[in-house]
């Protein structure tokens, strides 16, 4: 018998945190406590990396249901479950949360040195609610781990980020709550209305059209901001320039594709027609975001900013594949958020790299890198390269298949978005123009060390993925298939049902 592995995992860095809440010193011991406290960590997130490899292997992926199902009552008299599961989309999602946590602890090292043991504690119990986000299979379960993860987050910038942290903290925490309220009432709402929160079998009712659009803005008022869309990703950049190097890795990495999964876990199988009806509304906005976003990426001087405001444009091409409701958008979609997850995360932690040393985000204070950092250099290229999307990098299948999948639905918006990989090529070469070839009018700047035995050891298994994601993709669309199969079958009954006039179709005329 399988044992309960995803629960393994989600209780695995609770645990850990509470052990490194119990890590005590003599006063004048800080340095040993911190030591210990880096290394209960750092395994700690070893181990939950390992059950993921565990996972991955087990996992069958010609099965599109889910798989590793846990369900245990939770309250019996609400009829509410502890249900997980993970399948062919959810299963990369655990596995990037829990490959992105030892690396942020490597990251914080050494550039965290106040409050450590408060610091390690946040970052487990994110990893905690991020895996369990990504395999609750109850719709209140899933809203537990959704906003659970602000609260650590909130704290990562609000104590450890920059000069406005407050500010941004606040504004991070403010936006995406608002959001997830509406949220919270459609849930109560589908639950009073089918009697249960359970979303598999949310999946399989039929739900009436009239009620659908409201539960689907409702979800969206929620998605949209977390992952950001325009014009709701204002808070984004503050978080990012704010929170120090690994809370804007985990934000870039894992938490804005949280949006991206809900849309695909609620909207379109539980919400079809809905989803289908608001279509060219969220694939214009995703036009707008693309262009927009990318555009004000070109006039920014923090390092930060720029890579902040690119994220939003490829957030841009994943809800324009996820609602052109084709297999390439989708399973492009999917791909597009975990090298997104992988790249950006990669870019955070280059600009930390040099921020260490400098102090400094401004592009402006740094240039002619090349010349005393060309390892730096050699790495910077492959991520910036990867962000662009160059052939034989991850960060091209996913951009390719969205707007392959664009093009099926709508030439005249998968025209404009082509736009954004023109214009996100220019900002990236831009940056690295600047940064790494030119002018190197600060000393300072030129008498920075390239990289050390750590920060190799932190970028070599990204710059691996990142190639080998590109080259050899079909190991991850290979996963995504059936699941995406099933969803679109689901998706078309809804399309045909669509036609009617909508008069009978609110009376219930219709193919969930």
């Given at each position: 018998?399988?044992?309960?592995?995803?629960?393994?995992?989600?209780?695995?860095?609770?645990?850990?945190?509470?052990?490194?809440?119990?890590?005590?010193?003599?006063?004048?011991?800080?340095?040993?406590?911190?030591?210990?406290?880096?290394?209960?960590?750092?395994?700690?997130?070893?181990?939950?990396?390992?059950?993921?490899?565990?996972?991955?292997?087990?996992?069958?992926?010609?099965?599109?249901?889910?798989?590793?199902?846990?369900?245990?009552?939770?309250?019996?008299?609400?009829?509410?479950?502890?249900?997980?599961?993970?399948?062919?989309?959810?299963?990369?999602?655990?596995?990037?949360?829990?490959?992105?946590?030892?690396?942020?602890?490597?990251?914080?090292?050494?550039?965290?040195?106040?409050?450590?043991?408060?610091?390690?504690?946040?970052?487990?119990?994110?990893?905690?609610?991020?895996?369990?986000?990504?395999?609750?299979?109850?719709?209140?379960?899933?809203?537990?781990?959704?906003?659970?993860?602000?609260?650590?987050?909130?704290?990562?910038?609000?104590?450890?980020?920059?000069?406005?942290?407050?500010?941004?903290?606040?504004?991070?925490?403010?936006?995406?709550?608002?959001?997830?309220?509406?949220?919270?009432?459609?849930?109560?709402?589908?639950?009073?209305?089918?009697?249960?929160?359970?979303?598999?079998?949310?999946?399989?009712?039929?739900?009436?059209?009239?009620?659908?659009?409201?539960?689907?803005?409702?979800?969206?008022?929620?998605?949209?901001?977390?992952?950001?869309?325009?014009?709701?990703?204002?808070?984004?950049?503050?978080?990012?320039?704010?929170?120090?190097?690994?809370?804007?890795?985990?934000?870039a990495g894992v938490l804005l594709k949280m949006g991206g999964y809900g849309f695909l876990r609620f909207s379109l199988p539980i919400m079809p027609d809905a989803s289908i009806y608001?279509?060219?509304?969220?694939?214009?906005?995703?036009?707008?975001?693309?262009?927009?976003?990318?555009?004000?990426?070109?006039?920014?001087?923090?390092?930060?900013?720029?890579?902040?405001?690119?994220?939003?444009?490829?957030?841009?091409?994943?809800?324009?594949?996820?609602?052109?409701?084709?297999?390439?958008?989708?399973?492009?979609?999917?791909?597009?958020?975990?090298?997104?997850?992988?790249?950006?995360?990669?870019?955070?932690?280059?600009?930390?790299?040099?921020?260490?040393?400098?102090?400094?985000?401004?592009?402006?204070?740094?240039?002619?890198?090349?010349?005393?950092?060309?390892?730096?250099?050699?790495?910077?290229?492959?991520?910036?390269?990867?962000?662009?999307?160059?052939?034989?990098?991850?960060?091209?299948?996913?951009?390719?298949?969205?707007?392959?999948?664009?093009?099926?639905?709508?030439?005249?918006?998968?025209?404009?978005?082509?736009?954004?990989?023109?214009?996100?090529?220019?900002?990236?070469?831009?940056?690295?123009?600047?940064?790494i070839f030119g002018p190197q009018g600060n000393k300072d700047a030129a008498s920075m060390k390239d990289l050390t035995m750590m920060e190799k050891a932190i970028f070599l298994p990204?710059?691996?993925?990142?190639?080998?994601?590109?080259?050899?993709?079909?190991?991850?669309?290979?996963?995504?298939?059936?699941?995406?199969?099933?969803?679109?079958?689901?998706?078309?009954?809804?399309?045909?049902?669509?036609?009617?006039?909508?008069?009978?179709?609110?009376?219930?005329?219709?193919?969930?």
């Amino acid at each position: 018998m399988m044992p309960p592995i995803l629960s393994i995992m989600i209780f695995l860095p609770l645990i850990c945190a509470a052990m490194i809440a119990t890590v005590r010193g003599e006063k004048g011991d800080e340095v040993l406590v911190a030591k210990n406290v880096k290394h209960l960590a750092f395994f700690g997130s070893l181990f939950v990396v390992a059950f993921s490899l565990f996972l991955y292997a087990n996992f069958d992926p010609a099965n599109p249901g889910f798989q590793f199902t846990e369900k245990y009552s939770w309250f019996k008299t609400a009829g509410l479950n502890y249900h997980l599961g993970v399948d062919g989309i959810s299963i990369y999602f655990v596995l990037l949360s829990a490959f992105l946590t030892p690396i942020c602890i490597l990251a914080s090292w050494n550039s965290v040195k106040t409050r450590v043991k408060e610091y390690m504690i946040a970052f487990m119990v994110l990893e905690s609610f991020m895996i369990g986000t990504f395999s609750a299979l109850d719709g209140i379960l899933f809203y537990v781990f959704f906003e659970g993860v602000l609260i650590p987050m909130f704290l990562i910038i609000g104590i450890w980020g920059g000069p406005r942290r407050v500010y941004a903290s606040y504004k991070f925490f403010l936006y995406t709550l608002l959001g997830s309220v509406l949220m919270l009432i459609a849930l109560l709402t589908l639950y009073v209305q089918e009697g249960t929160s359970d979303i598999p079998e949310l999946m399989d009712r039929h739900i009436d059209i009239g009620l659908q659009k409201w539960l689907w803005v409702a979800f969206f008022a929620s998605f949209a901001v977390k992952m950001p869309m325009w014009p709701v990703h204002t808070w984004l950049p503050d978080a990012h320039v704010e929170a120090p190097t690994a809370g804007s890795v985990i934000l870039a990495g894992v938490l804005l594709k949280m949006g991206g999964y809900g849309f695909l876990r609620f909207s379109l199988p539980i919400m079809p027609d809905a989803s289908i009806y608001f279509a060219p509304f969220v694939m214009w906005l995703s036009v707008i975001a693309i262009i927009y976003t990318s555009l004000v990426a070109l006039v920014q001087e923090d390092m930060k900013k720029l890579i902040a405001y690119s994220s939003v444009a490829h957030m841009g091409f994943v809800t324009l594949g996820i609602f052109t409701f084709t297999q390439q958008g989708i399973e492009g979609a999917i791909f597009q958020m975990i090298s997104h997850g992988v790249i950006s995360a990669a870019l955070f932690l280059c600009v930390g790299v040099v921020y260490d040393r400098l102090h400094t985000r401004e592009i402006g204070r740094y240039g002619g890198l090349v010349k005393n950092m060309p390892k730096y250099a050699v790495v910077f290229m492959i991520f910036m390269l990867g962000s662009v999307g160059l052939p034989g990098t991850s960060g091209f299948v996913g951009e390719f298949l969205s707007l392959l999948g664009a093009f099926q639905a709508d030439t005249i918006i998968a025209a404009f978005a082509t736009t954004g990989v023109v214009l996100g090529a220019a900002y990236m070469l831009v940056l690295y123009r600047r940064v790494i070839f030119g002018p190197q009018g600060n000393k300072d700047a030129a008498s920075m060390k390239d990289l050390t035995m750590m920060e190799k050891a932190i970028f070599l298994p990204l710059v691996l993925l990142v190639f080998y994601m590109g080259i050899y993709s079909p190991v991850i669309t290979n996963v995504l298939n059936a699941p995406v199969q099933n969803m679109i079958a689901d998706m078309n009954v809804s399309k045909e049902a669509l036609p009617h006039n909508e008069a009978t179709m609110e009376k219930g005329d219709h193919h969930g």
